[in-house]
């Protein structure tokens, strides 16, 4: 009986061993997908910019560095729709705690179609700080993307020249009115000059 007790408190060892060699496993495995680096945007899937055709717009990104205890580099790629989509800049320094803002031009081609959508990935990935002295370290990338619509190009409204408001016609009678006294006084001390 000794000897099952003993066995069974080896296999219960064993399991606990093996279920935290699982575990270490898992989070080494998801430890990519915790992210330190963000990138916000106004625009997204749901929320599309729109533009007529020929047309060109900035999208300003948001990048920020929350965990990282020192300056990083972050550097960009446009993954999709590089044909009517390009960033300003490759590569931004964020400093820790720090928010940098980088720019996606966005031009629409002349000839694009009401209702045609484009689809804009991007991607910004952590430059390693350390590269050429060995060793292992971890780089963070964040993908995000968003779709541009083609509209119709708005009706320019030409501004409406106000009619005249009642003030005013009122005080252009007024003045013409004066004018018209003084005139009239003019006139008759001319006339009365010339008698004497």
């Known amino acids: ?8 408190k080896i ?6 061993m093996k279920n935290l060699l699982i ?3 898992l989070t080494l495995m998801l430890l990519p997908f915790i992210s330190a680096i963000g ?3 106004s625009y997204s899937n749901d929320i599309p910019l729109e533009l007529y055709p020929g047309e060109g717009r900035s999208v300003f990104l948001s990048l920020q560095n929350q965990d990282i205890e020192e ?8 993954l999709k729709g590089s044909e009517i989509a390009s960033l300003n800049r490759e590569s931004y320094q964020v400093p820790y705690l720090g928010n940098v803002k980088a720019e996606i031009k966005v031009k629409i081609p002349v000839n694009a179609s009401i209702g045609q959508e484009y689809e804009v990935v991007y991607r910004f990935a952590q430059v390693p700080s350390g590269e050429g002295k060995g060793g292992a370290s971890f780089v963070q ?6 779709k541009v619509r083609v509209i119709e190009k708005p009706v320019e409204e030409q501004p409406e020249t106000p009619a005249p408001s009642a003030e005013g016609i009122e005080a252009v009678w007024w ?4 004018l018209v006294i ?11 000059r010339q008698r004497k």
């Open 182 to 192: 003084v005139a009239v006084i003019v006139v008759l001390y001319f006339i009365f």
């Open 11 to 16: 296999n219960e060892k064993n399991k606990i």
């Open 39 to 41: 990138v916000g945007s």
């Open 1 to 8: 009986m000794y000897h099952w007790l003993l066995n069974m």
């Open 23 to 25: 575990i270490g496993i």
């Open 175 to 178: 003045i013409l009115g004066i």
């Open 71 to 78: 300056e990083i580099t972050l550097k960009g790629n446009i």
């Open 141 to 146: 990338s964040v993908q995000h993307g968003f």
